[in-house]
């Protein structure tokens, strides 16, 4: 199996530039990024994007009521035939929106459902499911891994889960590395989410340890005389 991946950015110049790179397969966005991309009219930047590329793109909701969720839900869907919906698992509250999961995807709408850590949380999720419309699950491997958690058992029996239902996917999100690239797709994840710096860092993968020592001693040799450093 081949693990998608996903660039995890919402500036146009740089969706622009990951477009056109053949290992990225989607995008996915948050409210967060959006704010620091600039976005200040969300629907026009978010069509702003779905102008760029063709390629799955995630677009999050932003209210904490769950029927407000829903209404975005259903407004977002019909921006663009690539988009999927984020939805967070709970609101603010700690409230689990499986209610909504359940009636837009027996509606026929794409969702990435955000914000995951825990296993139970996937079951709950997954038995939301009642239709064959794709569903993204987005487990925060890399924010696990902060706290000193171990993310990788829960996603395991995530993928193992998935496996039942061809059109629920399981998302690597909160990359902090290039080497959790390979650890997802070790364990046959089925997307993993990437920010632009760690796109570029795996075009290093392949290459030997004496070419990694050059690449850096030169490196080190261009910035001290680049600032012209003396003794």
């Not at 390979?182 to 392949?206: R, V």
Request: charged share 25%.
């Amino acid at each position: 199996m081949t693990i998608h991946i996903y660039c995890d950015i919402a500036k146009l110049e740089l969706i622009k530039k990951y477009n056109r790179n053949k290992i990225v397969k989607g995008f996915t966005t948050n409210p967060s990024l959006m704010r620091t991309a600039g976005a200040k009219d969300y629907k026009k930047y978010s069509k702003k994007i779905l102008k760029i590329t063709k390629k799955p793109v995630s677009l999050e909701v932003f209210s904490d009521d769950i029927n407000e969720m829903k209404k975005q839900s259903l407004k977002i869907n019909s921006w663009g035939k690539n988009v999927f919906v984020k939805i967070p698992v709970t609101n603010s509250k700690n409230k689990f929106t499986g209610k909504i999961i359940k009636e837009l995807n027996s509606q026929g709408v794409k969702l990435n459902i955000t914000a995951v850590y825990s296993y139970s949380h996937v079951k709950k999720i997954y038995k939301c499911v009642v239709s064959k419309t794709p569903i993204i699950i987005s487990i925060f491997a890399g924010r696990m891994s902060d706290t000193g958690k171990d993310p990788l058992p829960i996603l395991k029996k995530a993928v193992q889960l998935a496996k039942r239902k061809k059109n629920v996917k399981i998302l690597w999100a909160s990359t902090r590395e290039a080497y959790n690239y390979l650890q997802a797709k070790k364990i046959k994840c089925h997307i993993i989410t990437i920010p632009p710096k760690i796109i570029d860092q795996i075009s290093n993968f392949g290459k030997s340890h004496g070419q990694l020592t050059l690449d850096t001693v030169r490196k080190f040799l261009e910035d001290s005389n680049s600032s012209k450093f003396k003794i």
